[in-house]
């Protein structure tokens, strides 16, 4: 149950009353103490609490059987997850035209929604169910990029963004984990996908949350002459995280199923 005695005196109202016997206007080491005790019960109350388990929080479950040790930071609110729709896709390739450089003809999209629309995901707004993020995905095969004997099956990564009004909440994060889940479904060993070399941030996410590591670089591989990296990652070495997650958005409510 939460304890909402913490709630009683706040570290404030400990300095208010202490610096009335205190003519120095300092807190004592003892206040010190019961300020630093009450943060933490509070803390550890609001997090135990089922009423404070929102997806506006934090998803931080442990699983003592795996290596876990990613911690994800999602606000999700007004948002829900499904799988590509025929429906989706002129969305889809607006929101590509609008957030990225690398864009693509009508059949290149259709091609792709024929072939893998069952491992490519979107996020929607609630209110206009309309498409806010997407995550298009590709299956292939060819020579692990860890061991050159081992010819394994491939998920692909290859195009995903979110419209900018929507960035800073962790929707590519809930989308890619659902694509990676979908991949590993159907038996990928391995997922990978290309970044342009100057892109920070798509490249801290992948490795700090995904695990993913720069296996190659290939030159002047964009339009503009860039290069890229191809970063790609094990499956073994992420699938624990990824189904925690994907399980939690499930447990949320937020992932539409296919009879939705």
């Not at 120095?24 to 009450?38: C, M």
């Not at 957030?99 to 707004?125: G, H, M, Q």
Request: glycine fraction near 4%; charge should be positive.
């Amino acid at each position: 149950m939460f304890d909402e005695s913490v709630l009683i005196e706040s570290p404030v109202s400990l300095a208010r009353r202490e610096r009335v016997k205190n003519s120095s206007g300092l807190l004592s080491s003892t206040s010190r103490i019961r300020a630093t005790v009450w943060l933490l019960k509070i803390s550890d109350s609001i997090t135990r609490h089922p009423q404070y388990k929102s997806n506006e929080l934090l998803y931080t479950e442990s699983n003592p059987g795996a290596n876990v040790s990613v911690k994800w930071r999602l606000n999700l609110t007004g948002v829900k997850f499904r799988r590509l729709t025929y429906w989706d896709l002129a969305r889809v390739k607006w929101i590509n035209e609008q957030c990225l450089p690398e864009n693509y003809l009508w059949r290149t999209w259709f091609s792709l929604y024929r072939a893998y629309k069952d491992i490519s995901w979107v996020a929607v707004d609630e209110k206009s169910d309309l498409a806010i993020a997407y995550c298009m995905n590709k299956l292939d095969e060819g020579w692990s990029f860890w061991d050159r004997s081992r010819w394994v099956k491939k998920g692909h990564v290859f195009s995903v963004a979110t419209l900018p009004q929507w960035r800073r909440r962790g929707i590519a994060t809930a989308l890619l984990a659902l694509s990676f889940e979908s991949m590993f479904d159907k038996g990928c060993q391995e997922i990978f996908l290309e970044v342009r070399v100057s892109n920070t941030p798509a490249i801290r996410l992948y490795s700090s949350r995904f695990k993913m590591q720069v296996v190659m670089r290939v030159p002047r591989y964009y339009h503009d002459g860039e290069d890229a990296y191809v970063m790609a990652v094990r499956r073994e070495d992420v699938e624990d995280d990824i189904r925690l997650l994907t399980r939690w958005l499930r447990d949320q409510g937020l992932v539409e199923s296919a009879e939705d």
